[in-house]
């Protein structure tokens, strides 16, 4: 994973120099999915997660044909809701976690005014606030999701993974608007310094829009 961003890296900064360059925002909606082994040898429990609205700024560069390299610096918000089987009085744990997350993504297109195009590539960031915003229940078997907003919990900050995407753009003049589709796998697991739960990660499904100014346009 570090080879694979350090590689992608440099070749955006030895692009820069004859890169179409573009640079802009992208907005919209963020929801996940969390996933968690509570013990050594257990079934994966799937735990619905929170979402909202996320945004991003954007650089990309085209230093061949119809390909390129995108840098975004977005927020993205996160969590998980557990709740009980209990139909007569369920109870709920809610668990807020917003990062701020960097994808540097591998960007393909085909087409000249409108264009289709396809992106991957490794994604890293930390994590800017944990907030327990619900707790009601604990000590269940199998274990549930802890806690990760107090000051004794110990919470992985850093968080890296994979990411693609796929959407559509239009060209006015040196103005770009597109919209985009993308899906996450996140490796991080929050808890991974202490001893709660045995495994655990999060996948994110976003919708976007987005809006590119040309800032520099490439040596033809």
Not at 90 to 101: G, I, R, S, V
Not at 118 to 135: S, T, Y
Not at 191 to 216: C, G, H, P, W
Request: overall charge negative; hydrophobic content about 35%; cysteine-free.
């Amino acid at each position: 994973m570090v080879k694979s961003f350090v590689s992608l890296f440099l070749f955006f900064l030895i692009g820069i120099a004859s890169a179409q360059t573009s640079v802009g925002i992208r907005g919209g909606i963020a929801s996940s999915t969390y996933n968690y082994l509570p013990t050594a040898g257990t079934r994966s429990v799937e735990v619905p997660g929170l979402g909202g609205p996320t945004f991003a700024l954007v650089i990309e560069h085209f230093n061949t044909k119809n390909a390129g390299i995108e840098v975004n610096i977005q927020y993205l918000p996160s969590g998980f809701r557990q709740s009980t089987d209990d139909e007569l009085n369920p109870q709920t744990n809610e668990t807020a976690l917003d990062y701020l997350k960097v994808p540097v993504l591998s960007s393909f297109y085909i087409g000249k005014g409108g264009r289709f195009q396809i992106k991957l590539g490794p994604h890293f960031g930390f994590l800017l606030n944990a907030e327990d915003v619900q707790r009601e229940f604990s000590n269940t078997n199998p274990p549930e999701l802890p806690t990760f907003g107090g000051t004794d919990d110990n919470t992985n900050n850093f968080m890296y993974g994979l990411t693609g995407g796929a959407g559509l753009s239009k060209l006015f003049g040196k103005s770009t608007l597109s919209a985009e589709a993308r899906f996450s796998f996140d490796f991080t697991n929050p808890d991974s310094k202490n001893d709660r739960v045995f495994d655990m990660n999060f996948t994110t499904l976003e919708f976007t829009l987005a809006y590119l100014f040309q800032i520099r346009e490439g040596e033809k």
